[in-house]
């Protein structure tokens, strides 16, 4: 796909941004959309999924068919069935009246399942023999009926660790997962945020009918570098409150800090102290950060090693402790409580010379005094995983009496979890 056609899309169904990462997802969407395979797009919660859904149905042959999207996390549980497959009269209280379900009423066109990670088990298989076989079953009806319905489904979490946890079908996450499309996070688009920013802002001075909010070069790469946890949704805020809140429209970095939560602006460490430049982190990337980071450690590390080889060598007491005190640096932060200056170090790590004024004469003891040893036994504590997971295993058994299904609970696992334990650690006749 050429980019002029990429930039038709984007044109088309409004995307502002020019990252690589957007790119591929949408010529993935556009090169999928004419075939009927089944779509899991994945990415953070704000970062536009519902988007790509829409280019998918539009450049399908579907596209004259209806499309509708469903939060399968905003249905309760006990209705989401009748909602997606229909209902028979009188099948349950409240049901006055036959109702079509999502999957009848979008025959030959497109259904996007969003948050899919949320569906019960129980509606998962229903879900997973539509898939397979085009088929399903109203509530309180035996008759199969057939549907002729394309599946775009999308999550913000890790569908893999759900299936770990038995909180869902395995099988159903290989079937959605036949062409897979990640959404890139807002903080990984680089300078689309601030494309993004002028759009939101010049939108909100036409809709309150004032000039647009204008960033001054240094609070640009301020709103770059802010990590935007609630991603294109969060950003469209931030732009709309300052629309309204800001009576003079040119905004600097000053001006702009408050209308970026301070806890949400990285989860890195940066540099402090007199090395670090000023914003504590400009200029930086969260790579460079690590790395230097990292040879920091690896230096103290092998200063370390020749002090240690040096003592080792058996230099005089007086020796020793200038040379503790020449690097005394590398044990800042090692008393057990409190702390203590630099120049402490050596006092610390060296045991204290008997004073030459200390006149008290030492404890005399009677040689006579019998000295009896206690006998202490102490009994080491096994750090062996597998033992404490069986002893946990057991502990919740006897709680339940013998219920896997409780204790499977209790434990926080899947029964089947339980059962591969318990033939593990050879406990299935327990």
């Known amino acids: 796909m050429t980019p002029s056609e990429i930039q038709s899309i984007k044109l088309r169904f409004g995307i502002i941004g020019n990252a690589p990462a957007l790119n591929y997802a949408i010529q993935v969407a556009a090169?999928?959309?004419?075939?009927?395979?089944?779509?899991?797009i994945t990415g953070e919660s704000g970062s536009g999924k519902e988007s790509f859904s829409k280019i998918i149905h539009a450049l399908s042959p579907r596209k004259h068919g209806q499309f509708i999207a469903i939060n399968c996390g905003a249905i309760p549980e006990g209705t989401i069935d009748s909602e997606l497959f229909g209902h028979e009269k009188g099948s349950f209280t409240g049901a006055?009246?036959?109702?079509?379900?999502?999957?009848?009423?979008?025959?030959?066109g497109t259904i996007f399942l969003d948050e899919i990670g949320e569906m019960p088990l129980g509606t998962q298989a229903r879900l997973l023999r539509v898939l397979e076989n085009g088929e399903f079953?109203?509530?309180g009806s035996s008759k199969v009926q057939k549907t002729d319905v394309r599946v775009v489904a999308a999550t913000n979490v890790n569908l893999l660790d759900r299936v770990q946890a038995?909180?869902?079908r395995e099988d159903l996450y290989y079937r959605l997962n036949t062409v897979p499309i990640t959404v890139p996070p807002l903080r990984e688009r680089g300078d689309d945020i601030y494309l993004l920013f002028r759009k939101f802002a010049s939108d909100a001075a036409e809709r309150y009918r004032t000039r647009p909010i204008t960033l001054l070069p240094d609070a640009v790469p301020v709103l770059t570098r802010f990590r935007f946890p609630g991603n294109i949704r969060?950003?469209?805020?931030?732009a709309e409150q300052m629309s309204v809140l800001e009576t003079d429209r040119d905004v600097d970095a000053r001006r702009l800090a408050p209308y970026l939560?301070?806890?949400?602006?990285?989860?890195?460490p940066m540099l402090l102290g007199p090395g670090a430049p000023d914003g504590a982190a400009a200029g930086y990337s969260e790579r460079d950060l690590l790395y230097?980071?990292?040879?920091?450690?690896?230096?103290?590390?092998?200063?370390?090693?020749?002090?240690?080889?040096?003592?080792?060598?058996?230099?005089?007491?007086?020796?020793?402790?200038?040379?503790l005190r020449q690097n005394s640096h590398l044990f800042n932060n090692t008393a057990p409580a409190g702390t203590f200056d630099s120049g402490q170090a050596a006092e610390y790590f060296l045991p204290a010379a008997p004073s030459p004024y200390n006149s008290e004469p030492a404890t005399s003891y009677d040689d006579e005094t019998p000295v009896e040893d206690i006998p202490h036994e102490t009994e080491e504590e096994t750090l062996s995983l597998d033992i404490k997971e069986r002893e946990m295993i057991l502990k919740a058994l006897k709680k339940h009496n013998n219920k896997r299904?409780?204790?499977?609970?209790?434990?926080?696992?899947?029964?089947?979890t339980l059962y591969r334990k318990l033939k593990q650690y050879d406990l299935e006749q327990v």
């Open 292 to 323: 230097k980071i990292l040879f920091d450690m690896r230096r103290d590390m092998t200063d370390l090693k020749k002090m240690v080889l040096e003592l080792a060598t058996g230099q005089r007491p007086h020796e020793a402790q200038e040379l």
């Open 261 to 268: 939560p301070q806890d949400q602006a990285s989860r890195l």
């Open 234 to 238: 969060q950003l469209k805020n931030i």
């Open 31 to 40: 090169q999928v959309a004419p075939t009927d395979m089944t779509v899991l």
């Open 137 to 139: 079953i109203r509530v």
């Open 405 to 416: 299904k409780y204790a499977a609970h209790d434990l926080g696992i899947s029964e089947r």
């Open 166 to 168: 038995g909180t869902f």
């Open 96 to 108: 006055n009246e036959a109702r079509k379900g999502y999957f009848e009423v979008t025959n030959g």
